[in-house]
């Protein structure tokens, strides 16, 4: 192949990139791995063990785990030209890793559910009790961003996870299972992703999702090259493609935010400048990652 | 041991080096690939202090503890299956032992998310009956005793067939004597039938437990929102953290792991320790008691079993798979197909994922039969001192977590392998030789028991007659341990149809197995498209077992498990 | 106790086409011995089956006293029926020591401690096996299976003992101290034993009574000096007994016992139109002695004992004869028929 | 083929204390036929396990002519020593049927279509079995799977064949058909024969030779008319036939064949002081006649033939005699004593 992708994305999704890509640059073989972060990252390092690593291009849900390479020395650096249309925050500055499009955290609800949240703060009022499900940010690295967030936010803080699991909250998983959980009713609120609810609702499903007026956490998808690679050319021309504006156009219509400027947001989701982004620092984040993780997991009772 | 191959053994020079070499290349390659690498790790990244952290031995206290008690669930329900269906005279037979092996088939995580709907507030069952718990009420499987009753469900086909195998060698005379000299069946149960078949027994419950301790999809839904770590979803969540000390601790855990294994072969070893199993004489009939007015009792209690492990999760699978979205209710104007259709007519991956997961499903069930045939053979006719090694190093890449296995052998195979220069990473034999080593265990016990019921002049008697070594397996060995070969070849099959975790990280384009095919589009959110994948798994299973079924007259006695 | 009545019972198996049992009616009288003898597959251990409760009869029934063992629909479970079996194929329990295999019947009535313990060394010293108590069935020789299987059998009070070969694989010292026990045994508890063996001095020496099958059919019952002296028909003459059965011309009347002039007169006889009539001869009935009818001798064998010779009369019949001296194949030897029987 | 040479074989087993064969060494000559007696666990099964090749001897070593089969170190595979043997528990294969048990050791060797057929259907033939060939062994009687077994044996062409109480379960004129087919094979094929039986009559009928073992060892050697006539030493004397050994003085001279006179004077003296010699006294050698001794009757057994009497001489040492009448247990009878045998 002459370019290899290992990313989480869904299937689909995966499978729409990696298609509209090749349509843009016909005789390029693009093979790509698509599982959850854990493995994947399991299988990229066994690789880099065995002193082999097979992937060019990492697209990923986090910019953690990317400041991480970056930072032990596995990426490649590369100035894209499109980067000047994404905000500055959306990329790394060494040009070692992009964002690719937004994906916040709100909260989904099932329709049944006695109240419906507005804020982050709802969550923990009695008519929740018991109700609320969220992903582990041992399970999802959006989820772990999320908790950085929503930690570091004036009112909310640790001390609102501490009201949450007073309130009879849990967190396990990844976000699949929290949109399972809240779509069957088994819980009524869940702290989740945007496109998961979003879909389903459009497909039919008993789900609302509420961006809360605190505002949102986000992931940003981020891809970056790998040190290793052989096919850095290739790699390159997939970075520019995923920024450029048809790129960016292929993950709107796929139901995300996209991160390039000036792309109109896909339908279900309130304007642009209605959400309302918090602020996180990926390298204070990875700095702080192992730390939040054990607050985290003490607070929930989670071992590990 | 050169010598020993003179000496009137019975097994040929080559089969010593031939199980030393299948056991390197299976279990001690891998697993010292890992080590090397985990201690490695553990050198330069500075492992954390991983023995102090009480959750690590809360963690293996909860593995220890839901593997022992999901053990017991599969014996209780595999052995009680495999008793009443062996030896009463049941109605119906053929058809109540088919439907037991079914539920193997259905994903572990399937069936928990099956039950959770079951007992939740959505249940539609529960609804009608009006016992629905209200919206966001405790769910009771969140629980040690959950994941226990989930992990008996899963591995009761385990221990029933293994056990089957055993009471089908039983001599019908030793039933008799016992009832003639009094016994009340009960009495024949306890101290004659059970003992005899022992090894059966024993074997169908040592994999269980160590299949509990390696399971990931139950713990992972039932466990974690109660706060109940084992160790292989330790062992993730270690892996979704990744870091420079990652390896050291995963090594460490994986170690841990083995050593729970060992403990539970360990205990095998002593109880079937020191006692004669070889069956005198000959044994072909099987010894049917009349249950009398109880027959009915039974049959209830049978079949009501059979609907809740089978029809329920399967029923929840179906409803899934034709459902619009999730949480959508059911009905006649929600229902939809669509799900069907794109996974039979658009989904370029389906016809991959079936034509991969059956080809090496039945490569690594026929392919490990031979492997373990010799094996087991060895084991117990050699009287080598290495046996009880030999048997634990078999065991133990069954017990590891599928993603810990996995990785050992991207370590070993992603660089070319050295001398021959050839590279199998990312080919489908990469997936194969992990599932050599990943199933060894599960086709080595019920053979091993079977071999150790086995009377040895049957052998001898073909020996004398002239037959080497190949002819006597073939003709005589083999056929005479067929329920148990035919336990070992169907067990290995549902299992890696299934499987998912040795093959998640193992698979690349091309390459994709069902049960990768299954994760994928259940985690990216198209669980219709998964449930309607699962399902279409369970037809082509019933349709396999149905043809098996069309075979059964041309087979040796025994090997089609629901057949008498 | 009482006695045992097997009544019109007959037995087929799913496969094989002739009924293995077939309408076989036979009173056992309380506390009897009685010995079935028969050819090899002639019925003989599935009657004893249907007894123990293994096989159900696919007609007729089994009462022991007024109490119905078993018929075609219904039968009283093995356990419930107090009896004992040797089983041809010894069905020792290879898991138990030989001990334990005495043991069980003792255990599962109940019995323990001591008294357990007693009980079975004294059955392992009546079959000779007191130095065997813990080893296991495989460990043992072929001769010692059979006779933990014995200990096994004769350990508890049984109101019915079914013994199937259960000497077969002994040597002659401990078959004649096996029987001795076993007549002990019946002495002391009364039981009512049915003992299948293919052994005729064996089934004679013990047994009160003695009935002979061939293909699943009971041709006669009888006490052993009856059936040996006055066998019915051409099977069971050829069965009991080496006798040899000669055909020659009806004798005149209705004698059945035949002393030599009444034989050498048939012998003589040349008349073709009377109808021929089954003679059985026995070997210790014919002598060697100068003043008979000449045989060529066709065979010898030496037994230890004595010589066994087959003779072939002048019209080529064959005939059975005893020496104690040896006599060369081919010779002509002159022999005297002492006694004779028509069948 | 070529003679078998066992040279001081010997087996312990690890449980168990005393060797189960100790010491054995024996030739049996080139087509030779040979008898092994013994008590149950004299080790016969053992000696022909090792002839076979499947125990490997502790100590000595077996020969085939100038071929070392095994001795303690290595040994030849059983499957290249082109034997067959008759196991005392059959060992049949459950899972193929008759014809195919008894086919097997054929298609091994390559015979194979028509050829095969034709002599498995003469070996069931010679087994009466000719109706069963489609049957499963679990659904035959004991004596059929025993023939079912020797059919086996009996269908190749070995250079040694091994039967351990090939006959055990079968009934008297089976037994003597397959005496007759036992000796025609052999004179037919040639083959040494080594054969076990608890049997005597059987041994003497069959063997060229006759070995006697006791517990391990072996005893004597020998023609069966010289182990009957002249057996050594108080075990074989006591193995074979059913004489009783009586302890009177040591007679005068090195006379062993004692006469009635001879044996009247050595009852009648009451020298304490001369050493006392084991006499063997032969059942048929008491003759009961006026003129003898006095002799209490301590039993009577019919056996068909005859009646077997336990009697007891004036000092109490037991003689066994036969009768062609019935005796009253408790009568006196006196009898003569016309031949007896010194130890
Ligand atoms: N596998 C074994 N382990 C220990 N001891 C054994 C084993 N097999 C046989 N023996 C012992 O060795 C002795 C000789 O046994 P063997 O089977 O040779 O006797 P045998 O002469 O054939 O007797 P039988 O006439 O009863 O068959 C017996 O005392 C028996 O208990
Ligand atoms: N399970 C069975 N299925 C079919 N036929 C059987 C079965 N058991 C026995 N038979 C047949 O029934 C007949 C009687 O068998 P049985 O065992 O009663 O004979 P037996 O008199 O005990 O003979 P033996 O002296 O050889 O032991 C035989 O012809 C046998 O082949
Ligand atoms: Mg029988
Ligand atoms: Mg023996």
Redesign the pocket.
Same mark, same amino acid.
């Given at each position: 192949a002459d370019l290899v992708l290992y990313t989480s994305q869904p299937n689909e999704d995966a499978q729409a990139t990696v298609d509209a890509f090749k349509a843009a640059n016909p005789g390029l073989d693009v093979q790509w791995v698509r599982d959850g972060t854990p493995q994947i990252m399991a299988k990229l390092n066994a690789e880099i063990q065995a002193g082999n690593p097979v992937a060019d291009v990492l697209l990923i849900a986090d910019t953690v785990t990317l400041e991480r390479m970056k930072q032990a020395g596995q990426l490649l650096a590369y100035k894209s030209p499109e980067a000047a249309n994404l905000d500055a925050a959306l990329y790394d500055a060494d040009g070692y890793y992009y964002s690719t499009k937004l994906i916040t955290t709100g909260i989904m609800y099932n329709t049944q559910a006695a109240m419906k949240p507005t804020s982050w703060a709802d969550l923990a009022k009695p008519e929740a009790k018991g109700l609320v499900t969220m992903p582990s940010p041992l399970a999802s690295g959006a989820a772990l961003i999320h908790a950085q967030t929503l930690a570091g936010v004036q009112g909310l803080g640790w001390d609102y996870y501490k009201q949450l699991k007073a309130n009879g909250a849990v967190a396990s998983g990844g976000n699949g299972g929290v949109l399972k959980a809240v779509a069957s009713g088994e819980k009524a609120y869940g702290v989740v992703v945007d496109y998961m609810p979003l879909r389903e609702k459009a497909k039919g499903a008993p789900v609302e999702f509420v961006f809360p007026k605190e505002g949102v956490s986000a992931v940003t998808e981020p891809a970056a090259i790998l040190a290793s690679t052989k096919h850095a050319d290739a790699a390159k021309k997939f970075i520019d493609y995923l920024l450029s504006e048809n790129g960016q156009k292929v993950a709107a219509k796929l139901g995300y935010i996209p991160a390039r400027k000036g792309i109109d947001l896909p339908p279900g989701y309130p304007a642009r400048d209605q959400i309302k982004v918090l602020p996180v620092n990926a390298s204070e984040a990875l700095k702080n990652s192992e730390k939040d993780v054990k607050t985290f997991a003490d607070i929930f009772g989670i071992k590990g | 041991m050169k010598r020993s191959s003179h000496r009137g053994n019975s097994q040929p020079r080559w089969l010593f080096p031939f199980v030393v070499t299948v056991i390197f290349f299976l279990s001690v390659l891998p697993l010292g690939r890992l080590a090397a690498t985990g201690i490695a790790s553990a050198l330069q990244g500075g492992a954390r202090n991983l023995l102090s952290d009480p959750g690590v031995w809360q963690a293996v206290y909860d593995t220890l503890s839901t593997s022992f008690l999901g053990m017991v669930a599969a014996v209780v329900l595999g052995g009680g299956f495999a008793l009443l269906l062996t030896l009463f005279d049941i109605r119906g037979k053929a058809m109540l032992g088919f439907l037991f092996m079914l539920p193997t088939m259905i994903p572990p995580q399937v069936t928990a998310l099956s039950w959770i709907g079951m007992t939740g507030p959505s249940s539609t069952l529960l609804k009608a009956l009006g016992l629905a718990p209200p919206l966001g009420a405790p769910q009771p499987l969140y629980s040690i005793g959950g994941i226990a009753l989930l992990y008996g469900v899963q591995n009761a086909a385990l221990v029933y067939l293994s056990l089957r195998a055993g009471l089908l060698a039983l001599p019908r005379d030793a039933v008799e004597a016992a009832r003639l000299a009094g016994a009340s069946s009960w009495q024949v149960l306890k101290d004659i039938i059970l003992p005899l078949s022992l090894p059966g027994l024993v074997a169908g419950a040592a994999i269980a437990f160590v299949s509990c301790v390696g399971n990931f999809g139950i713990p992972a839904i039932l466990g974690i929102p109660a706060s109940i770590y084992t160790l292989p979803t330790l062992i993730y969540s270690k892996f979704a953290a990744f870091g420079p000390g990652t390896f050291a601790d995963v090594s460490l855990l994986s170690a841990m792991i083995a050593i729970l294994s060992i403990v539970g072969l360990t205990v095998e070893e002593r109880v079937l320790r020191g006692r004669d199993y070889r069956v005198i004489g000959l044994s072909g009939q099987v010894a049917v008691f009349r249950l009398g007015g109880w027959r009915w009792l039974a049959e209830i209690v049978l079949w009501s079993m059979i609907f809740i492990i089978l029809v329920m999760p399967l029923t929840a699978l179906v409803a899934s798979s034709l459902a619009p979205a999730y949480g959508v209710p059911l009905g006649p104007s929600t229902a939809t197909i669509r799900a069907y259709e794109e996974i039979l007519f658009r989904q370029a991956v389906t016809r991959t994922a079936f034509t991969n997961s059956i080809t090496l499903s039945l490569a690594t069930a026929f392919g490990l039969l031979v492997v373990t045939v010799l094996t087991g053979y060895f084991l117990v006719r050699g009287k080598s001192r290495l046996a009880p090694v030999i048997s634990a190093l078999a065991e133990i890449p069954y017990a590891l977590p599928g993603i810990v296995l996995a990785v050992a052998f991207i370590l070993l195979f992603a660089a070319p392998v050295p001398v021959i220069g050839l590279s199998i990473y990312g080919t489908i034999w990469i997936i194969l030789i992990a599932y050599f080593s990943s199933f060894f265990a599960v086709s080595l016990k019920p053979v091993v028991s079977a071999f150790r019921q086995f009377d040895p002049s049957l052998e001898e008697a073909a020996r004398l007659s002239g037959a080497g070594f190949g002819r006597r397996l073939a003709d005589i060995l083999v056929p005479l341990v067929a329920p148990a070969a035919g336990a070992s070849v169907i067990l290995v099959f549902l299992i890696a149809c299934n499987e998912l975790t040795v093959s998640a990280l193992l698979w690349s384009a091309g390459t994709q197995t069902l049960g990768v095919a299954i994760y994928n589009l259940d985690d990216s959110g198209s669980f219709n498209l998964a449930s309607a994948l699962s399902v279409l798994v369970v037809v082509m299973v019933v349709a396999m077992m149905l043809l098996l079924e069309l075979l059964a007259k041309r087979l040796p006695k025994g090997v089609v498990p629901w057949q008498s | 106790m009482a006695k045992l009545i097997l009544n019109r019972l007959s037995k087929s198996f799913e496969t094989g086409g002739r009924p293995a049992v077939d309408d076989v009616s036979l009173t056992v009288r309380e506390g009897g011995f009685l010995a079935l003898l028969g050819p090899s597959g002639c019925g003989k251990t599935t009657v004893l089956r249907m007894i123990a409760g293994f096989e159900q009869p696919t007609d007729g029934s089994i009462l022991l006293g007024e109490r119905v063992l078993a018929d075609a629909d219904d039968m009283v479970p093995p356990e419930h029926r107090n009896m004992a079996m040797v089983f041809q194929s010894y069905a020792l329990w290879p898991h138990m020591s030989v001990a334990e295999n005495v043991g069980y019947p003792l255990k599962v009535r109940g019995v323990s401690g001591d008294k357990r313990q007693r009980k079975v060394k004294e059955a392992l010293a009546a079959v000779r096996l007191e130095d065997?108590a813990g080893?296991r069935p495989?460990? !043992?020789?072929?001769? +010692?299976r +059979?006779r933990v299987a014995l200990a096994r059998c004769l350990v508890t009070e049984p109101d019915v003992v079914l013994l199937d070969e259960p000497l077969a694989? !002994?040597?002659r010292h401990l078959r004649q101290e096996m029987e001795e026990t076993f007549r002990e045994f019946h002495a002391r508890s009364g039981a009512t034993m049915i003992y299948v063996t293919h052994d005729q001095a064996e089934a004679m020496a013990l047994a009160t009574d003695v009935a002979v099958m061939s293909e699943g059919r009971l041709l006669q019952v009888g006490t052993p000096e009856e059936i040996y002296a006055r066998p019915q028909g051409r099977l069971v003459g050829g069965l009991v007994g080496q006798g040899a059965i000669l055909s020659l011309p009806l004798p005149a009347g209705d004698m059945r016992v035949l002393d030599w002039p009444a034989v050498q007169a048939l012998l003589a006889s040349r008349e073709t139109s009377r109808p021929a009539a089954d003679i059985l001869v026995r070997p210790q009935d014919v002598e060697l002695t100068p003043e008979g009818v000449a045989a060529a001798v066709l065979s010898v064998l030496f037994e230890g004992e004595r010589y066994v010779l087959r003779l072939a009369l002048p019209d080529g019949q064959a005939l059975r004869a005893f020496s104690r001296r040896p006599v060369k194949v081919g010779d002509t030897v002159s022999v005297v028929i002492h006694s004779a029987w028509r069948l």
């Open positions: - | - | 065997y080893r495989a460990d !043992l020789s072929g001769g +010692q +059979q694989n !002994l040597d």
